[in-house]
């Protein structure tokens, strides 16, 4: 599933494939939010994580994979 953070005062999104549910990323997003901690930290279908200060957060788009795309991908 793709999921889309937009970043304050940055001018591209970050766009990572998670192979969470909906529901469980919207379940960590808003943990996140209501947390101490203040970091919102995902990881990607690679293993990789993103951690975003949540004070910086604009907004967080949660759907599926474009379908039909085009080029190669690693």
Same mark, same amino acid.
């Given at each position: 599933?793709?999921?889309?953070?937009?970043?304050?005062?940055?001018?591209?999104?970050?766009?990572?494939?998670? /192979? %969470?549910? /909906?529901?469980?990323? %919207?379940?960590?997003?808003?943990?996140?939010?209501?947390?101490?901690?203040?970091?919102? /930290?995902?990881?990607?279908?690679?293993?990789?994580?993103?951690?975003?200060?949540?004070?910086?957060?604009?907004?967080?788009?949660?759907? /599926?994979?474009?379908?039909?795309?085009?080029?190669?991908?690693?």
């Amino acid at each position: 599933m793709e999921v889309k953070i937009g970043v304050q005062n940055a001018s591209r999104e970050l766009v990572l494939e998670s /192979t %969470e549910s /909906t529901d469980a990323v %919207e379940k960590i997003v808003a943990q996140a939010l209501s947390s101490d901690t203040g970091v919102l /930290t995902l990881s990607d279908a690679k293993g990789r994580k993103v951690l975003v200060p949540v004070a910086k957060l604009a907004y967080v788009e949660i759907g /599926t994979s474009a379908a039909g795309q085009v080029g190669f991908r690693s």
